[in-house]
């Protein structure tokens, strides 16, 4: 199992308890397996929860989670600061709406009734969670593994996909404010971090977007990679092929010849990404006790 310095091990090191909560089988990617021996203490997986609450498609429906959830935070928070995971998967396919729920959808399209079912779950929470001794002290961070993939792409990244929100917060702590620039999932926990004020050796490759500006970010699926500069979408494929185009303008062509200096800078960025990214994993300074 990869040992990886990450938010959850930080987190430990710095006298928080720390926890998963997760819908499904711990097997399923080996995911639990790998929470272990990253940081997590507790793992909550389908096998910890009672059989009649396992009623959605991918075992415990996110409204269940979430009362879960916060159960753990009130046994847990009495104790001293407490870090929680709470992956929901209600609206991931395959789909299916619980029975027997106060929520009852407007839409009439199930993909639909999903979505507002899943921010209903989301509502719910927060004002049990207004309830609690903790949420005065607590920041919520709400993020997406990834986006909709809807009506095809005009690029081998099918950028909706890769395109995912967050939203941090904290009541009385955060004042409201939308903060445009360009930052990566690899950069949710040095922003966390440097939010929470907790000092760090960083073996991330991520950075602490609210205090520093990113030039690139990566991207990609299973077949491909890339990079944008907030501009321009370098794709680098299996087959060895790459491109670039003008993602922002939505425009198919190949601009390559057009920007080949900027191609090239990007071409780099990306394969120093990943070159560095195998040598941490290969020689462990991805591990907090290196």
């Given at each position: ?36 021996a990253n940081g997590y203490e507790r793992v909550f997986e389908e096998n910890s929860y009672p059989k009649e609450e396992l009623v959605g498609t991918y075992g ?62 989301i509502g719910q929470f927060m004002a049990e969670s207004a309830r609690q001794p903790w949420f005065g002290n607590t920041l919520f961070v709400f993020v997406a ?139 462990g300074t991805t591990r907090c006790d290196k």
């Amino acid at each position: 199992v990869p040992r990886v310095c990450g938010l959850p091990q930080i987190l430990r090191d710095n006298g928080y308890s720390t926890a998963y909560s997760m819908p499904h089988k711990g097997v399923f990617d080996g995911m639990e397996k790998f929470f272990y021996a990253n940081g997590y203490e507790r793992v909550f997986e389908e096998n910890s929860y009672p059989k009649e609450e396992l009623v959605g498609t991918y075992g415990v429906p996110d409204h269940t989670l979430f009362r879960h959830a916060i159960e753990y935070l009130n046994e847990a928070t009495a104790k001293g600061p407490t870090y929680v995971t709470v992956a929901t998967c209600s609206n991931h396919p395959p789909l299916g709406l619980s029975k027997g729920l106060d929520f009852k959808p407007k839409a009439r399209e199930l993909k639909e009734q999903m979505v507002e079912y899943a921010d209903w779950s989301i509502g719910q929470f927060m004002a049990e969670s207004a309830r609690q001794p903790w949420f005065g002290n607590t920041l919520f961070v709400f993020v997406a593994d990834h986006g909709c993939h809807l009506n095809g792409s005009t690029y081998d990244i099918p950028l909706p996909h890769v395109r995912i929100p967050i939203a941090f917060y904290a009541p009385g702590r955060l004042e409201a404010r939308l903060v445009e620039r360009q930052a990566c999932q690899i950069d949710v926990s040095p922003t966390i971090l440097g939010m929470l004020g907790i000092d760090y050796d960083n073996r991330m490759l991520g950075i602490d977007v609210l205090k520093r500006q990113r030039k690139y970010s990566v991207l990609g699926t299973w077949e491909t990679i890339g990079a944008t500069d907030g501009e321009l979408l370098y794709i680098y494929r299996k087959d060895g092929r790459s491109t670039l185009h003008r993602y922002m303008d939505g425009d198919p062509e190949d601009v390559s010849d057009r920007y080949p200096d900027r191609k090239a800078e990007l071409e780099r960025y990306v394969k120093g990404i990943v070159q560095l990214s195998y040598q941490m994993l290969q020689d462990g300074t991805t591990r907090c006790d290196k």
